[in-house]
Nanobody, 122 residues
Framework: QVRLVESGGGLLQAGGSLRLSCAAS????????LGWFRQAPGKEREFLVG????????IYADSVKGRFTVSRDNANNTVYLQMNDLKAEDTGLYYC???????????????WGQGTQVTVSS
């Protein structure tokens, strides 16, 4: 069982930046492909980014491409999401997800964190 704990959410104004972190309990963290998702009020959960176990492979949703950057620190079992130029529509509950697969995809993650709230005021 992989336990994921997100942190770093908060309230900020549009145009600001925020970095989310997701710490994993799994000692085989470096074998996990990871993803970030968000869910806005009244909307379905949305895929944002995925990163391969090595960090060499990433995929981004069009809605965040150029503004969000995913990275991982395998030595510390942590994945990060750097978010820049935040907009009101980026508001939502941000989730970290993980799975034992080779390449990052927009779905098919077995393990999920509880989420961290990001609220962007316009």
């Amino acid at each position: 069982q992989v336990r994921l704990v997100e942190s770093g959410g908060g309230l900020l104004q549009a145009g600001g930046s925020l970095r989310l972190s997701c710490a994993a309990s799994e000692h085989t963290f470096r074998q996990l492909t990871l993803g970030w998702f968000r869910q806005a009020p009244g909307k379905e959960r949305e895929f944002l980014v995925g990163i391969s176990w090595s960090g060499g492979g990433t995929i981004y949703a069009d809605s965040v491409k150029g503004r969000f950057t995913v990275s991982r620190d395998n030595a510390n079992n942590t994945v990060y999401l750097q978010m820049n130029d935040l907009k009101a529509e980026d508001t939502g509950l941000y989730y970290c997800a993980a799975d034992h697969k080779v390449r990052p995809t927009a779905d098919g993650y077995a393990y999920w964190g509880q989420g961290t709230q990001v609220t962007v005021s316009s």
